[in-house]
C-alpha cells in the first residue's frame, strides 16, 4: 500500500516507464487491428520540474526498442517566451494535435529563449505515436484529442532543484513568473483530474540530465524534433 489515491504510481516503482509504455502498445494494436493509420498521441504534462522530459525520452527509448516510429514534441519549442504558458497550449490543442490526429503535417513556430523572439517555424510530419510533453498539454482541449494523458507532480522543492540544475541562472529570475501561469493552469483546466495517469516524481528523475529539452540553449535554430 503506498497510501496514494488510486492510478497514482510513485517515483521508485521500476514499472512506470514499462507501464505507460503497455498502454500506448494496445493503442498501437488496436489501430492495427482496425488499419487505421491515424496516430498514437500521447500527451505528458506536469509542471515544471516534474520529469516530463526524462519520463518521454525513456518511454520513447522503450517503444523505439520495440519497433515502433515515435516523434517527440517538447512545448519548451513552441511557448513564445516567458509569458506564454497559455499560447502554447491553445496552440497545441486547437491546432497542431487536430492536425496529428488526422494524419496530416502540423506547423508550429518556435521561440529563441536566448534572443527572445520567434525562431523558424518547424514542421511535425505525422508518425504512428507522437509524443508531446510540457506544462499545457493536458488541458480540456487537448485532453479531447489526445489518445493519453499523463500527469506528473513532485513537491515545489524537488522541481525547484531539477529546474534550476537543469537551466541554472537563466531560469532563476523567471520562476514565481512561471509558475504563477501553471497555478492559473491547473485551476481552470484541472489537469490532474483529466489525466489518464498520474505519476508522483519524487526522486531525482530529471535532474541535470543532458537530453532534458531546457530553455537556456535555445538559441533560434531549428530544434530537433527526436525524430
Same mark, same amino acid.
Not at 57 to 60: I, N, Y
Given at each position: 500500500m503506498t497510501g496514494?489515491?488510486?492510478g497514482v504510481t510513485p517515483t521508485g516503482s521500476s514499472d512506470h516507464v514499462a507501464a505507460l509504455v503497455q498502454r500506448v502498445d494496445r493503442l498501437r494494436a488496436s489501430r492495427a487491428e482496425t488499419a487505421d493509420r491515424s496516430p498514437v498521441l500521447?500527451?505528458?504534462?506536469g509542471r515544471s520540474g516534474s520529469g516530463k522530459t526524462t519520463l518521454a525520452? =525513456?518511454? @520513447?527509448a522503450r517503444l523505439?526498442?520495440?519497433g515502433a516510429e515515435v516523434r517527440v514534441l517538447h512545448l519548451d519549442h513552441v511557448y513564445p517566451g516567458w509569458d506564454g504558458l497559455s499560447a502554447a497550449s491553445i496552440l497545441l490543442g486547437e491546432r497542431l494535435l487536430p492536425r496529428l490526429a488526422a494524419g496530416g =503535417?502540423? @506547423?508550429y513556430p518556435t521561440w529563441s529563449w536566448v534572443r527572445d523572439r520567434p525562431g523558424p517555424d518547424?514542421?511535425?510530419?505525422?508518425?504512428?505515436?507522437?509524443?508531446v510533453e510540457g506544462v499545457g498539454s493536458g488541458s480540456r482541449v487537448c485532453r479531447a484529442v489526445a489518445d493519453l494523458v499523463v500527469w506528473l507532480e513532485a513537491p515545489q522543492r524537488v522541481r525547484?532543484?531539477?529546474a534550476m540544475a537543469r537551466d541554472g541562472e537563466s531560469y532563476a529570475p523567471h520562476w514565481q513568473r512561471w509558475a504563477a501561469q501553471e497555478d492559473a493552469y491547473v485551476a481552470a483546466e484541472d489537469p490532474r483530474r483529466g489525466a489518464d495517469l498520474v505519476l508522483v516524481t519524487t526522486g531525482p528523475v530529471g535532474v541535470a540530465d543532458p537530453a532534458a529539452a531546457g530553455r537556456s540553449d535555445m538559441s533560434g535554430a531549428a530544434p530537433t524534433l527526436d525524430a
Open positions: 496514494l489515491p488510486d500521447v500527451c505528458v504534462d525520452r =525513456r518511454v @520513447t523505439r526498442d520495440g =503535417r502540423a @506547423t518547424v514542421v511535425v510530419d505525422p508518425a504512428e505515436v507522437v509524443l525547484h532543484a531539477r
